[in-house]
Structure formats: structure tokens, C-alpha cells
């Protein structure tokens, strides 16, 4: 009796075993095949969209998607590269945001702080084949030359293998030249072991065509893996925010008169202190802490940088891509800059060394660093303003709109 009991017990529990792997199975079935694509519909939905909210948009889960840029890219849109200054006040009047909100003239705007020219190049190159307009409009910004260039930790945080990746199978590029980029990645990914081996592995099979099957395919499983979660932490962050078209067409602006306007508008945010800080950012982020800042940045030295060399990579890849490139280089809050330690010497150290990079490279150039000592260029310490904006507005229509 005790037996057949014993082996009763046991079938059943075999046949909930059964029941269970079944049951399991079809949840797992029902998943692929219903909610799976339910919810990436959700997604795909979310970050393509008819108006500029995505361009304009500052995150970096954006920057970091080929498939959210090439989503939102089309045969008026043009790529400008950069890094804070593309966040920091781009709701106020002068940011080109604002200015340029239309259906026929927008940009796509890449960069936060830390993007840098290594983070720059293989956005450039991932975004080539899709570009219609063979233009790349790129700030470079003093604080990235600073002796140390590009650090470890930020480059883990703003580097996209999806990126890497189309770069690295870019057609156009030559080995030469993907071999420096490769190295170059690897040499600021070298203390993370995870993201080390993903380039490790990228430069053997994609760079010196090299590695077995089992690298093609997990080079292929955890591309798809990225790619995929990077949207998803897209949508999950909901940043998008409503940003409907100013119009169909942009105006013709008198720049002239922006700039007059603007300098007035200036004269009324800049009223509590010496440094001509918009008044909401010095109350928030400089007075009763003043004397601290004094030389606090004096340590910092813009003589020599790997970001040099990193700079002269992103120029010579643009080049074997064959886009046209316009560098801008802003000028910073002189008198705030002397106050912190950083004094004239080291910032014409800059603009004299990126002004030679440029020239060799026979490249187009919006210079502003001569103009540190006058106000209202700046809206803070270093994000351009009232005055730097427009006056590279300017420029940036004349560039992307010309033949050629």
C-alpha cells in the first residue's frame, strides 16, 4: 500500500513538473510573441516623432543610439557636436535651440559634458552613411585640454559600442586609421575589464579581421544587447518633453539686430556681479562662496593634452570620411578664469595650439577666444551666451546652407 501511495505521489508531482514547464512555455510564448512587441511598438513610438523634441533633446542615452539619431534624421537636419554647452541654458532666447526650431533647419545635437573628441569621432563615423549632408559642425571646448585630456571614468559613461562598432566597419576609413581610433578606445577603457574585452575583441575581428566564429557572434549578441537597452533606458527616463515646430520655414535673421537685442537683455540678467554671470546662476552656484573659488583651478595646464592628438584623430577621420567640418571654439569668462588661476598664458596656449591644428588640417574655423575680456559672450563661466551664440549661429547657417 505504502508503495503504490509512494509512486503516486510521484506521478503527480511529475506531472506538475509537466504542467508547469508548459505553463511556463506558453507565458514564455505569449511574451515573444504579443507583449514583446507591444512594448517595443511603445518605444519605437516614443523616440520617433514629427518635431525637433528628440534633436534637441540632452539625453545620453539619445546620444549613445545610432537607431534614435538615424530615427530622427532627415534632409534638413545638420550634426552639431559638442558637450555642455549643448544642455547648459538651451531654453533661453540665444541657444540654438530656440533659434533654430524649424522644419527646414534643425540640428541634431550630440554631446553633454565629457564628450569628447574620441566620444565625437566615432559618433561622426557611425552617423556617415546616414548623413545626407556630408557637414559636421563641432565645439571645442578649453576645458577638455586641460594635461590629463580625456579621463577613464568619463569615457565609460559616454562611449557607445554601438558607436564603436560603426565606426569600426565604416568602409571609408582606412586601417590606419581605425587601428589608432581602437587604440585609442582601448587605451581609455583599460582599467574597466568588461568594456576592455568588448574592444579587445572588436579590434581582432573588425580591425585585423582575426578571432573565431564564437567572437563574430558575441560581438553580434552583445551589439544587439546594447543596442536595445540603450533605448529602452531612453524611454524608461521619459526626458521628451512637447517641442512643436516655431515653423515650417526659419526666419532670415538680422543678426545685427539679435545681437543688439540680446546685449540688452544681457545688461538686465547680469546685475549682481562683477563677472557679468547671468544673476540666477551666480546667486546659485558663486555668491557666499566666493573666496573659494580663488586659484582653485590654478593646477590645471592647457600647454600639452592627449586631447590634441585625440582632436587631430576626429579631424583625420572626418577627412577619410569625406565631411565637411567646421571647428568652433568659444571664449570663456576671462576675468572669472584669471580669478580661478587660469590665467591668459594658458588659454592662448589653447586657441594657438587648436588654431595650428586647424590650419594644418585645412579645415573651416570659428574662432572667438579673442574675446574672454568682453561681456555677455558668456552666460556663466564657460557656456556661451547673449553675444557667442549668435555670432556662431550665424556662421553655423552660413556653413550648413552653402554649396559644396
Avoid: C
Wanted: hydrophobic content about 40%; cysteine-free; overall charge negative.
Amino acid at each position: 500500500m505504502v508503495y503504490f501511495v509512494g509512486k503516486l505521489f510521484r506521478e503527480v508531482l511529475v506531472l506538475k513538473k509537466i504542467k508547469g514547464f508548459f505553463i511556463g512555455l506558453i507565458l514564455a510564448i505569449i511574451t515573444v510573441l504579443i507583449f514583446v512587441p507591444i512594448q517595443v511598438q511603445k518605444i519605437n513610438q516614443y523616440y520617433r516623432v514629427n518635431d525637433n523634441s528628440v534633436r534637441y533633446n540632452t539625453s545620453y542615452n539619445k546620444h549613445k543610439s545610432r537607431e534614435i539619431l538615424k530615427a530622427n534624421y532627415d534632409e534638413n537636419t545638420h550634426l552639431l557636436l559638442g558637450s555642455s554647452e549643448l544642455t547648459v541654458a538651451n531654453k533661453k532666447e540665444f541657444h540654438p535651440a530656440q533659434m533654430f526650431n524649424y522644419d527646414d533647419f534643425h540640428l541634431m545635437q550630440v554631446g553633454g559634458g565629457f564628450f569628447q573628441n574620441v566620444i565625437q569621432a566615432s559618433t561622426l563615423a557611425s552617423l556617415e552613411p546616414i548623413m545626407t549632408q556630408k557637414k559636421v559642425a563641432i565645439i571645442e571646448s578649453l576645458n577638455w585640454f586641460d594635461q590629463k585630456g580625456m579621463r577613464q571614468d568619463a569615457f565609460e559613461s559616454r562611449v557607445s559600442k554601438e558607436h564603436v562598432y560603426y565606426t569600426l566597419v565604416n568602409p571609408k576609413l582606412s586601417k590606419e586609421t581605425k587601428l589608432k581610433f581602437i587604440n585609442r578606445v582601448l587605451e581609455l577603457s583599460a582599467e574597466n575589464a568588461s568594456l576592455s574585452s568588448t574592444f579587445e575583441r572588436y579590434k581582432r575581428v573588425l580591425v585585423e579581421g582575426e578571432g573565431s566564429q564564437i567572437d563574430q557572434f558575441m560581438i553580434q549578441m552583445e551589439l544587439a544587447k546594447f543596442s536595445l537597452n540603450v533605448v529602452q533606458a531612453f524611454y524608461d527616463e521619459h526626458s521628451l518633453e512637447a517641442f512643436p515646430s516655431k515653423g515650417s520655414t526659419m526666419p532670415e535673421y538680422n543678426w545685427d539686430e539679435v545681437l543688439a537685442k540680446n546685449e540688452e537683455q544681457a545688461k538686465k540678467d547680469t546685475q549682481s556681479n562683477e563677472y557679468h554671470f547671468d544673476d540666477w546662476y551666480y546667486k546659485k552656484r558663486i555668491e557666499g562662496n566666493l573666496e573659494s573659488f580663488k586659484d582653485s583651478a590654478s593646477t590645471f595646464k592647457y600647454t600639452d593634452s592627449p586631447e590634441y592628438e585625440d582632436f587631430k584623430l576626429f579631424l583625420q577621420i572626418a577627412k577619410e570620411l569625406g565631411v565637411e567640418v567646421l571647428v568652433i571654439t568659444f571664449p570663456v569668462n576671462g576675468p572669472w578664469y584669471d580669478y580661478i588661476g587660469i590665467d591668459a598664458s594658458q588659454r592662448n596656449a589653447f586657441s594657438t595650439k587648436i588654431n595650428e591644428i586647424v590650419k594644418e588640417a585645412g579645415v573651416k574655423q570659428v574662432d572667438l577666444t579673442s574675446h574672454d575680456y568682453d561681456p555677455y559672450y558668456i552666460w556663466d563661466a564657460t557656456h556661451p551666451g547673449w553675444k557667442g551664440w549668435p555670432l556662431v549661429e550665424k556662421e553655423l547657417v552660413k556653413f550648413f546652407k552653402e554649396n559644396g
